[in-house]
Every structure is written in structure tokens, then in C-alpha cells.
């Protein structure tokens, strides 16, 4: 029996969930009336070719929510779930998209492909209810789900989140279940911020003081950058080869695709610790140096010799065996000059080359780069700061420091990834208020962020085609443990799946109320989940930061 509120919404005593609550909105909902479909012990879980993959992640699930078994079978018996794969969809609703079709009958989930078909899983099992997302089933609970039609496909083939675990390393067991953040909210590239200034958090079989010395720093800055206080016990970790391949192969069974950094040739230090050659070693003591504790950008960057460029080819070569994607990102940003200007072996280089200045330098590194994962199949992916003093064919920009660098690039024929640190760096602050913790960079809300736009209304159509799509940034130099991560990134990223998967209107446009209204039942299921997030309320008081962690600082640059 399904019951009716006063504000016309229709409810299931057993908790499903309406069509229209879905995050992110599907493209299309035809509601099938009021009954349901019940699922029980004899349910069963058919899946055709190429549709194995969702079937085991389903009953895996679904299997610990429900307690239901979903046994396999041949044929489908009357209430069955049936899972299939067919290209057809793709032309009638879109790549990745899906069609999902729940009568009385049964339950037919149809990808246009195995992505497709794991997205519209997704669905499936947001219909069933907050519950559906608990790891133990609750005792007596029903399942069913509404009748209706559902056609969907993204906006966009990059729907990104980016995880800076350089500044605080996030033990793998956290990162899987990141990707399991993604895949629920339909998001399919994991970017995987391996190396900074302050830790290398990838082995390198070749170099292993990456990970011997470069991983750990003694004390780590303790809030804000112009905080005075430090956190006096050493911090670090990396991931072992192992760790990766097990990383990316939980990703890839839920279709989403790792993206690794390595950056260079700024933000560095941690490996110039490690390996003293690889910085100006004629212009600073480099073996003094050791992995960075404080936050901002270190002057201690990459030497420009070609000892370096071999050094990071084996760091690529092992990197490629790891990471199948066909993107690696190279980092790019953020490489103070000062050294190079100062160094009579990079002046010598500058000369050497033939380039106008230090500019020509930092590009020199990158086109090397790109030349060297071309030639290996593979694109390259910087920051938009790769864009100065030319950019290589072929090459992707990620457009950080706002839309320009990415209007550039998409202009000049480069496909880029809208990730604008106005609109989408989650590391930001997310209220105005006195009990937000740690005042880092502008106020960006959750409406801020379901009105982001990343097609910048200055392209043209065929410009436009470069924008591969968008993700979210999550900096981590405040966030020093899985719950400061939960608090940063939800609820904004369920507001920002909702920008790269569905076809929003303009943001002035766009229903924030609905959506609003939508988060209640998706707070339920981030509960459900585990997730810390920050209550539309405000923190709570375990969220808070007292004292000077907790202040804005007046006058002090927007981020780190
Ligand atoms: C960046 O935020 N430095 C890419």
C-alpha cells in the first residue's frame, strides 16, 4: 500500500523511494502508477552478456542491505531483475545511459554498455530506499520498487572528483571507499593527487627512497597556513604497487577510470628530499632539505636536466604499467621561477634551448612529457598553467585558476576539464559562520555549487565539444582524516554529480529548492552510509574547531 502527503508526494511504507527523488536526476521519469514491484527471497538476478560485472555488485549490495540472495538464473521467472547490455540504447538515450523499466512483472535494467548498465544500477538502487544503502539488512523490512520508466544518460563523459592525498595520505581502505562514493553518485574519474611538496604516496620500484624517506614529514602545519600551531608527530604512508592495483581494480569494476599525478615540476620538495639531484642543487643546499610541513607552495622545484627527465621516465614507466587509463596527469602547476632565475645550469639550459625565459623551461618539461606518453599511447593531462609558454598538441588542461586558462585551450583546439577553484575546490569553506572549521578560501555553498556551470557561455558549439566535463577538487592540506574529508565533500557532491551528470537548465534556472527537497532523502541515504557530512543545520559540535582553527583570518590569500 503506498500512501499519499498533503504535498502530493507518494510514499511506500517500505521505504522506497519515489522516481523523482533520484540524485543525480535522471533525464527522463514515466511514472507507472501507484503499485510496486516486490522483491523477496525468490527474486531473481538474470544478467545477459556483458552485464556480469553489475550483476555480482548487485548481489553483493544489495545482497548486504536487503539480505536478499538474488540468485542467478537462465530465464527470467515472473519479478525477476533482469540486467542486459544493449548498443541501441546508446542511440536512442546516449552513451553510458540507460533504460530502466519496473512493472509488476519485473525489473529490466538495459545499458547501452557495461557503464551504462552499472550507472542504471545505481538507480535501481536508490528506488529502493535509503535502507538499501546500510551494510546489515534491518529485521522485518520490505523491498520493492515503484513502477516506472526511467531514460538517462550523463551530460558529460568526465564526471571527476580529484583526492589530494599528498598533504594527508588516506590509507587505501579509505580511498575504496571513496570510489564507492563515486560510482553512487555516478561519477566515473577517480584523479589521484599522488605527490606534493609535503609526501610521495606512490612506490616506485626503481627509486625506493620515494617512499623510504620521501613519504613520511616530522610534523605537519596544524590548520590554516597562518596557524602557529603544528601537529608535532610525524605523518605519512604510501601506497604499495600492490595497493594500487587493487585500487584501480575496484574502480574499474565500477567504471571508473583513475587518473594518477605526479606533479612537476614544481611541488616537488618531497622527492628533491629523497633524492637531492633532482632540485638546483647549485643554488640550494638540496641535501638539507626534507619533505615540507607547512602549507603554500615551496621554491624548491625540479632541476632542469635531462638526469631529471630520466628519472621521472622511470617513474612514468612504472606508473604505466599501473594505471591503464588513457590520461596521466602530469601535474604542471603552481613552479616558482625563483631558483631557475637564480641558477647558472638552468640559465645555461634557457640559452641551450633556445627559449625566451624560465617560461620556456617549465614548458620544455611538460612537451617533453607529452611527447614521451604519446609515443606510449597515452595523453597528457596538467594543469592550466601547462598552457604558458605553449602547450602541446594533444595535451588536456585541467582549468583551475577559473575558466580563462580552459576558454584558452578549448579555443586552441584542447580538450579540458572544467574544475574552477571559485566554483568547485571543496576544500573551501562552506559557510560564513563562526563554527566552520578551518577557515580556508571563499564561502562556496551547496547552492553555489548546484549552480556551477562548467560550458562557459563564451564558447562556441564546436569549442564547446573540448569541454571533456568537470570535476571537484578536494585539497587536503585541513582535511587529516576520513571525517574531515566526509564534512569538506558532502553534501556539495551530491549537488556537483548532479551538475555533470544531468542536463540542468541555465543556473539561474536551476530548481535549488527541488533539489533541496531531493537531499532530504539523500541525507538518509549518506546516513545509511556512514558519511560525515555537514548537516544543512551546521557543524556539529564534534565538527567544530575551536580557537584560532575555527576564525577567519583577515587579509589572507583565498586557499592554502
Ligand atoms: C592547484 O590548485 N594548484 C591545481
Redesign the pocket.
Known sequence: MSTTSADGTTTDPAGTTPAADLIPAPRRVIPGGDGFLALGPATALVAGEGAEGTARWLRAELGAATGLPLPPADSAGAGAVRLRVDPAVASEIGAEGYRLDITEDGAELTGADPAGLFRGAQTLRQLLGPDAFRRAPLPGREWRLPLARIEDAPRFAWRGMMLDVARHFMPKEGVLRYLDLLAAHKLNVFHFHLTDDQGWRVEIKRHPRLTEVASWRSRTKWGHRASPLWDDKPHGGFYTQDDIREIVAYAAERHITVVPEIDIPGHSQAAISAYPELGNADVVDTTALSVWDSWGVSENVLAPTDEVLRFYEGVFEELLELFPGRFIHVGG??CPKEQWRRSPLAQSRIKELGVSDENGLQSWFIRHFDTWLTARGRRLIG?DEILEGGLAEGAAVSS?RGYEGGIDAARAGHDVVMCP?QQVYLDHRQHGGPDEPVPIGFVRTLENVYRFEPVPPELTVDEARHVLGTQA?V?AEVMESPARVDYQVFPRLAAFAEVAWSELPPPDDRDFAGFERRMTTHYARLDAIGVAYRPPTGPKPWQRRPGILGRPIDGEPPRK
Open positions: 602547476d603552481e594543469w583551475w577553484e577538487n585539497w
